[in-house]
């Protein structure tokens, strides 16, 4: 896994913000909830807050297009990784900056970042850390921060409820997941860059953004969010016996030495499938699909991120 993403040599900018709003999960949790979050923006002095509270992530950008409108010049994005995703989406383009306060049961955005689960010190990187152009992908016309992909991943997280999120998450997320689906193989064709790279039979394909992905996993050893490419992996792991093979290749950090895994990197991505799977982006399943369009964004979302390591 790479950790490169969280080191720059960018100076630090110090941010000088009027407006400022706060999107929130209102399920989701952090120190001391949102009653300390606004505490914490009231004694760094922000005099100016728009504040949203939302009972799902899918009805986030609803509110980030209103703070838009209302003139907001940072917004605060509480919740994991779908909550991100979906602020993300919305915000791509406009430059208005994104502060994530990681208060999901999965915040992988976040900690490839170097954002903590440190509800003050979430809030003193929102309002003083470096702005980052970051990268999304955007797959079937919406953008993901993290991954997206189809086959035995969309299947695992179309599977698995809230309950099984919550209590086990991570790594073990992903092994109990062998027990739910059998990543049985779909003919696949995948183009990347215009060029043929993959065609037979498959039971994943994943594109990433960053390193770690669902799971805890680092599937992409080179990945950054700031390179203007996405990775690209697709598996011929098929069954659990392959899969427990893979996943603990990936774990170790070993993604290319499995022999059940194919990886490269581009930025236009095209894949068809001879069956419909369900593909997913940033942990949330989104139906099925026979066809995958995929491209990177470059420079598509601007993030407060944590200064870099000296």
Request: charged share 25%.
């Amino acid at each position: 896994m790479s950790t490169s993403s969280t080191v720059s040599d960018e100076p630090a900018t110090a941010a000088r913000v009027g407006t400022v709003a706060v999107v929130a999960h209102r399920k989701k949790t952090l120190g001391g909830g949102l009653d300390e979050l606004r505490a914490e923006l009231v004694g760094a002095g922000v005099e100016d807050l728009l504040w949203y509270e939302v009972p799902k992530s899918r009805k986030a950008p609803k509110k980030v297009r209103k703070a838009l409108k209302k003139g907001a010049e940072l917004v605060f994005v509480w919740g994991g990784d779908g909550m991100v995703q979906r602020c993300a989406d919305t915000l791509a383009g406009s430059g208005t900056p994104m502060a994530i306060l990681p208060a999901g049961t999965a915040n992988l955005f976040a900690a490839n970042l170097g954002v903590p689960e440190d509800l003050p010190e979430a809030v003193r990187i929102g309002l003083h850390g470096r702005r980052r152009a970051l990268d999304l992908g955007r797959i079937n016309g919406e953008h993901f921060a993290v991954m997206a992909g189809a086959g035995f991943d969309g299947d695992l997280i179309r599977e698995a409820d809230g309950t099984l999120k919550g209590k086990l998450g991570r790594l073990a997320y992903m092994w109990t997941g062998l027990r739910h689906v059998r990543g049985e193989l779909v003919r696949t064709r995948i183009t990347v860059d215009g060029a043929d790279w993959f065609d037979g039979d498959a039971s994943c394909v994943l594109f990433g953004n960053v390193g770690t992905i669902t799971g805890g996993i680092p599937a992409f050893d080179d990945a950054r969010p700031d390179d203007g490419c996405l990775e690209v992996g697709v598996s011929t792991a098929d069954g659990a016996v392959d899969w427990a093979r893979t996943l603990g290749r990936m774990a170790a950090g070993r993604s290319e030495e499995s022999p059940f895994v194919r990886i490269t990197r581009g930025r236009k991505i095209k894949v068809r499938l001879a069956a419909p799977r369900t593909y997913e982006l940033d942990g949330g399943a989104r139906g099925e699909t026979t066809r995958l369009k995929v491209r990177v964004v470059p420079g598509a979302l601007t993030v407060c991120c944590p200064e870099p390591v000296s």
